[in-house]
């Protein structure tokens, strides 16, 4: 069974970096498509960035000049960096992998998502 590992949130101040971490165990992340969502306190979960097997990157235009998304197929990671952290950002970040109907395929929905980690907290102070 496929299990995705958030890793590397934390509190940090406004305006510094993280870099969040997923890894899977059970099969290998090179063959899935791959997203970021995330749940502010008293919001629904929502999309933040996301990979599709062949490598192509989206991100959500409310964070497009912060947040980058990559992949390591031969770590078997995918990333979330996060730079100039704003107290908005404070949420529990989730990543979510699926098979894809194609390598070049993005998917933007949570239900476009088979499998889930159980999220890492990031908190931004001011």
């Known amino acids: 069974q496929e299990q995705l590992v958030e890793s590397g949130g934390g509190l940090v101040q406004a305006g510094g970096s993280l870099r969040l971490s997923c890894v899977a165990s059970g099969r290998t992340l090179s063959t899935y498509a791959l997203g970021w969502f995330r749940r502010a306190p008293g919001k629904e979960r929502e999309f933040v960035a996301a990979?599709?097997?062949?490598?192509?990157?989206y991100i959500a235009d409310s964070v497009k000049d912060r947040f980058t998304i990559s992949r390591d197929n031969a770590k078997n990671m995918v990333y979330l960096q996060i730079d100039n952290l704003k107290p908005e950002d404070t949420a529990v970040y989730y990543c979510a992998a699926r098979i894809p109907t194609s390598s070049g395929v993005i998917y933007r929905r949570e239900d476009g998502y088979s499998y889930w980690g159980q999220g890492t907290q990031v908190t931004v102070s001011s």
């Open positions: 990979i599709s097997r062949g490598g192509t990157t």
